[in-house]
């Protein structure tokens, strides 16, 4: 689905002009520091793993991904580098109820070059491939399944107070009410299948919540 790929995207805004106007207040130039520019979320439409995000929400929840950590393919000890902003981007005749392409949240970090130059060699190579793509990290308050409009508390991928939908399949379409952003994750496309969506991967719910993966291979620490 196109958005997915779209909001799944990642750049390196040193290398060819991405910089945005919002984000120019962030940058600076650092012989220690590439700056990464990329599509975090969207709104209004689910994602491959059934995530819903309400524009009003994605208003105030942006703000919570200051200064959270960039890792490498969801380890939380592999941290490459941190978020120093984030905007919300409404595209011309979207509204609250109404979207004519969805809502996203485009978000700026910093990746620390210097500490990861192994790293930084593969995500450098994965941007001019058009192969580098981010990762949410999301911890919300509630879902609300799009089927049965039941909410619950979230407690974790799947769990017995939820509803049949969200019991029976953890892909089931639902809003995550009052999500809070935790941390993003850089991942690298198969080479065989460029910009491929609909990969997932978890990690222990009670610990970190929701991740939106968009179909990765593997990358390990040397």
């Known amino acids: ?132 793509f981010t990762s949410m990290e999301c911890v919300p308050e509630t879902l609300t399944c799009s089927n049965c409009n039941q909410t619950s508390p979230f407690k974790g991928r799947q769990h017995e107070s939820y509803c049949d939908h969200l019991r029976d399949s953890p892909i089931a379409p639902k809003v995550l009410n009052q999500p809070h952003f935790s941390a993003g994750a850089l991942q690298i496309s198969a080479p065989d299948h460029p910009g491929r969506t609909g990969g997932i991967m978890m990690a222990p719910a009670e610990k970190w919540g929701w991740f939106n993966t968009f179909g990765a291979i593997g990358l390990s620490r040397k």
């Open 1 to 132: 689905m196109e958005p997915l790929q779209l909001t799944a995207r990642a750049y390196l805004i040193e290398d060819d002009g991405r910089l945005k106007a919002w984000a120019e207040k962030h940058v600076r130039q650092d012989r220690d520091i590439s700056w990464l520019l990329m599509n975090y979320c969207q709104s209004t439409e689910a994602n491959s793993n059934g995530h819903i995000f309400s524009l009003q929400d994605l208003r105030t929840a942006k703000d919570t991904l200051l200064n959270k950590p960039l890792n490498m393919l969801h380890q939380n000890k592999y941290v490459v580098g941190s978020y120093v902003g984030a905007e919300l981007i409404i595209p011309e005749g979207t509204t609250e109820t109404a979207a004519a392409k969805p809502a996203f949240v485009e978000a700026l970090a910093a990746f620390w070059k210097s500490d990861f130059p192994d790293e930084f060699q593969l995500v450098s190579k994965a941007h001019k491939e058009g192969t580098l």
